[in-house]
């Protein structure tokens, strides 16, 4: 059985012979207990648009348009690079780690709606093209690209 590959990227924190190290694993701990989830926030029905736009439907015949999965990836390089600086900063107790997962929330959502925004592939059906008003996919669904949100939470919550 092949193991899962896994990209491990380091913060870099340095630690000089004058600080207290019990203080600074208090201060990285909490990071080590919450995570940021970014989806999409509403109703019944739009739990069911989104999940279709981002998987796709055989049985309606709908392509998969995945806005939040390949959202997520295209933010990865920005929050990799936020969080690196970030727990450098929170191990010198110049930032707190609600702040950091605020950032990082902020940015994957600025992200993920970036990409929404971008989606041009696959084209609509010929059906769909006579209702549809403009040319930019997913765009009727204003309530959708609007209740993209993220939350800071326990993990495992």
């Not at 989806?39 to 739990?47: H, K, P, R, T, Y």
């Not at 390949?70 to 900063?89: D, F, H, M, P, S």
Request: charged fraction near 30%.
């Amino acid at each position: 059985m092949a193991g899962r590959r896994r990209s491990v990227r380091r913060a870099n924190v340095q630690y000089t012979g004058d600080m207290d190290l019990s203080v600074l694993v208090d201060r990285v701990r909490p990071l080590m207990d919450q995570e940021v989830v970014i989806g999409v926030q509403g109703n019944a029905e739009l739990a069911m648009i989104a999940a279709v736009h981002e998987f796709g439907s055989a049985k309606m015949n709908i392509p998969a348009r995945s806005f939040i999965g390949t959202g997520k990836k295209k933010a990865q390089a920005a929050i990799g690079k936020l969080v690196r600086a970030g727990v450098n900063e929170i191990a010198l107790g110049n930032k707190t780690v609600e702040s950091l997962l605020q950032e990082i929330g902020e940015v994957g959502q600025q992200r993920v709606v970036k990409n929404f925004d971008r989606i041009k592939q696959p084209g609509i059906s010929a059906i769909y093209a006579r209702y549809k008003k403009g040319k930019r996919l997913l765009q009727s669904d204003m309530d959708l690209r609007d209740s993209i949100v993220f939350r800071v939470r326990r993990k495992g919550g």
